[in-house]
């Protein structure tokens, strides 16, 4: 069945649009937020709508918010709108505010003209104002901390340690766009008019809807899309014109420099998710992937004093483990020793072990 586009006057002559503008409380943001989400082709109309209610301040008269709903009220009565209903009057109030009334309906309809004289205005500059207003927005986590947020989009992240995600104010209104800087896991509300896209590092993940991980440390060569269901397209952001390569569920892409530098492989499902339940995992890790990783994971610093075997290969799974126990783990394993003050780690070692 084919959706019925709504036009501005739609909005204007909707009440519980209007109240929710001057009034709104988290019931009716999550009910227009629905809405919109299932009516994209009326993303333009509901948008400048939204901009006419809220640029209605009446500065010079000092009208307060009750007295712009009513004002709104008097054009939806001239309207005659079928989502307003009058409540009826006894007979010997309208007898006696006869001369009120028709003063009230004589302002209504100045109020009306003037009202639509402002929506014509305000929808010819309405573009131009609109993007006059976007602004990125930054969400972070610090070392040691992981935070869940939802995009205006209904997409769920997950974002790791030491990761910041960034994206446009108007998210999600003609294309959904973030820049990863870190790790993160992304379940992605489906929409096949608007694709998804996470630029990390020099490729770009792009999706309609499906849950992966993403990881892609600046300080680290690597980056790893892992993908859980749905499927990907991973392309290059060189302009090398490189063919997109794509995963489905069960397998990552492993990125060195650039996306003609990948190799595609089945994953362990804890060694790339595992993190999501507060699970460190070490596979076949160097020193300083090892240092780097726990460093984010427990908010320290860490030295380390004397010579260091690049080649050392470290394994491990440590299930919400104190740091004291992965370097315990790493003092067996490798015959080193290690002290611990607040928030710095020394690693004593040498080539011999």
């Given at each position: 069945?084919?959706?019925?586009?709504?036009?501005?006057?739609?909005?204007?002559?909707?009440?519980?649009?209007?109240?929710?503008?001057?009034?709104?409380?988290?019931?009716?943001?999550?009910?227009?937020?629905?809405?919109?989400?299932?009516?994209?082709?009326?993303?333009?109309?509901?948008?400048?709508?939204?901009?006419?209610?809220?640029?209605?301040?009446?500065?010079?008269?000092?009208?307060?918010?009750?007295?712009?709903?009513?004002?709104?009220?008097?054009?939806?009565?001239?309207?005659?709108?079928?989502?307003?209903?009058?409540?009826?009057?006894?007979?010997?109030?309208?007898?006696?505010?006869r001369k009120q009334i028709t003063?009230?309906?004589?302002?209504?309809?100045?109020?009306?003209?003037?009202?639509?004289?402002?929506?014509?205005?305000?929808?010819?500059?309405?573009?131009?104002?609109?993007?006059?207003?976007?602004?990125?927005?930054?969400?972070?986590?610090?070392?040691?901390?992981?935070?869940?947020?939802?995009?205006?989009?209904?997409?769920?992240?997950?974002?790791?340690?030491?990761?910041?995600?960034?994206?446009?104010?108007?998210?999600?209104?003609?294309?959904?766009?973030?820049?990863?800087?870190?790790?993160?896991?992304?379940?992605?509300?489906?929409?096949?008019?608007?694709?998804?896209?996470?630029?990390?590092?020099?490729?770009?993940?792009?999706?309609?809807?499906?849950?992966?991980?993403?990881?892609?440390?600046?300080?680290?060569?690597?980056?790893?899309?892992?993908?859980?269901?749905?499927?990907?397209?991973?392309?290059?952001?060189?302009?090398?014109?490189?063919?997109?390569?794509?995963?489905?569920?069960?397998?990552?892409?492993?990125?060195?420099?650039?996306?003609?530098?990948?190799?595609?492989?089945?994953?362990?499902?804890?060694?790339?998710?595992?993190?999501?339940?507060?699970?460190?995992?070490?596979?076949?890790?160097?020193?300083?992937?090892?240092?780097?990783?726990?460093?984010?994971?427990?908010?320290?610093?860490?030295?380390?004093?004397?010579?260091?075997?690049?080649?050392?290969?470290?394994?491990?799974?440590?299930?919400?483990?104190?740091?004291?126990?992965?370097?315990?783990?790493?003092?067996?394993?490798?015959?080193?020793k290690y002290t611990v003050k607040?928030?710095?780690?020394?690693?004593?070692?040498?080539?011999?072990?």
């Amino acid at each position: 069945m084919k959706k019925v586009k709504h036009d501005i006057k739609f909005f204007l002559t909707n009440p519980s649009f209007v109240k929710w503008i001057n009034n709104s409380n988290e019931e009716s943001d999550y009910y227009w937020k629905k809405w919109i989400e299932s009516h994209p082709e009326d993303r333009s109309a509901f948008y400048a709508a939204k901009a006419i209610v809220e640029r209605m301040d009446f500065k010079v008269a000092r009208v307060t918010g009750e007295d712009k709903e009513r004002i709104l009220e008097n054009i939806l009565k001239e309207e005659g709108s079928e989502h307003y209903t009058e409540v009826p009057q006894r007979k010997y109030q309208l007898v006696k505010f006869r001369k009120q009334i028709t003063q009230i309906a004589a302002t209504a309809a100045i109020l009306f003209g003037l009202a639509y004289y402002f929506i014509e205005q305000t929808y010819i500059n309405h573009t131009e104002q609109e993007v006059s207003k976007v602004y990125q927005v930054t969400r972070q986590t610090e070392r040691g901390q992981q935070k869940k947020i939802i995009l205006p989009d209904g997409t769920s992240v997950l974002m790791n340690a030491s990761t910041s995600l960034t994206y446009s104010s108007d998210f999600g209104r003609e294309k959904r766009e973030v820049v990863l800087n870190g790790e993160a896991y992304f379940d992605v509300t489906h929409n096949p008019d608007v694709e998804f896209i996470v630029k990390s590092g020099n490729i770009s993940t792009v999706v309609h809807g499906t849950a992966f991980n993403v990881y892609a440390y600046p300080n680290e060569e690597v980056i790893n899309v892992a993908l859980e269901r749905g499927s990907v397209a991973i392309h290059g952001n060189e302009g090398l014109h490189e063919d997109p390569v794509f995963i489905r569920p069960g397998e990552k892409l492993a990125v060195t420099g650039n996306l003609s530098n990948s190799v595609k492989s089945k994953f362990n499902y804890i060694e790339e998710f595992g993190w999501k339940e507060r699970v460190l995992v070490f596979k076949d890790s160097g020193i300083n992937e090892f240092i780097n990783k726990l460093e984010r994971w427990y908010n320290v610093d860490i030295s380390v004093v004397g010579s260091s075997d690049e080649d050392w290969k470290i394994n491990g799974l440590f299930k919400k483990q104190g740091l004291e126990n992965v370097l315990e783990g790493l003092e067996f394993a490798r015959k080193v020793k290690y002290t611990v003050k607040e928030d710095k780690v020394i690693i004593y070692t040498s080539v011999s072990n």
